[in-house]
């Protein structure tokens, strides 16, 4: 059981707008950034967004972050078929002292 | 160009310590605001956090792993090295190693190795 809650599953077909959500608690989303990591298949994760909304460069603007309150979600615009994938979230937990990803959300472009 | 290499044992025993050893290149550990943190992935599974360590020397560690992990740095060998006791087979996964440049945001890992598979099975 993950600290951090997301669904397992999402979905959508080319072009579309998908989202994935990730709710934690005061804690955690609550008293810290949120940063969002894409792992394809067979490789090591990679960094998404950073700081709730923040993109590194190279990543596309298709992909946005935000939150509120304890919750934090993930958008991609315009679905590509390399976007299928395993999105993580991320938080600092300050009660517990450790790092907490939620349980990540498969992406299937359909 | 910056990048972390994790090594270590393919296959431990049951029962057996396990010493992973995280290399970077492209920044040092030095820097006051470099951490590195330990993450693994079971098979099939989701990531998992495992232990941090800041660039004063805190360290921070799992919650359920705690009394089994210690994760310590040498900064002239640019290494950061992960120990884990008492192995069992559900410690199987892969193991990654992940820089995170911003040392109060330890979960924000720009940089991720390419990962180390550790079975353990007698």
């Known amino acids: 059981q993950s600290v951090l809650t997301q669904p397992p599953s999402a979905s959508g077909t080319p072009g579309q707008r998908v989202t994935i959500s990730c709710s934690g608690s005061s804690s955690n989303i609550g008293s810290n950034t949120v940063n969002w990591y894409q792992q394809l298949p067979g490789t090591a994760p990679k960094l998404l967004i950073y700081?709730?909304?923040q993109r590194p460069s190279g990543v596309p603007d298709r992909f946005s972050g935000s939150k509120s309150g304890t919750s934090a979600s993930l958008a991609i615009s315009g679905l590509q078929s390399e976007d299928e994938a395993d999105y993580y979230c991320?938080?600092?937990?300050?009660?517990?002292?450790?790092?907490?990803f939620g349980g990540g959300t498969k992406l299937t472009v359909l | 160009q910056v990048t972390l290499k994790e090594s270590g044992p393919v296959l431990v025993k049951p029962t057996e310590t396990l010493t992973l050893t995280c290399t970077v290149s492209g920044f040092s550990l030095s820097n006051a605001r470099m951490g590195v943190s330990w993450i693994r992935q079971p098979p099939g599974k989701a990531l998992e956090w495992l232990a941090h360590i800041f660039s004063n020397d805190e360290k921070s560690y799992s919650t359920s792993l705690k009394s089994r992990l210690t994760i310590s740095k040498d900064t002239s060998k640019s290494q950061v090295v992960l120990t884990m006791t008492n192995m069992d087979p559900v410690d199987t996964a892969t193991y990654y190693c992940?820089?995170?440049?911003?040392?109060?945001?330890?979960?924000?890992?720009?940089?991720w190795g390419k990962g180390t598979t550790v079975t353990v099975s007698s």
């Open positions: 700081s709730n909304n």
């Open positions: 992940a820089r995170a440049p911003n040392w109060n945001r330890p979960l924000y890992m720009d940089v």
């Open positions: 991320a938080a600092w937990d300050d009660s517990l002292n450790v790092g907490v």
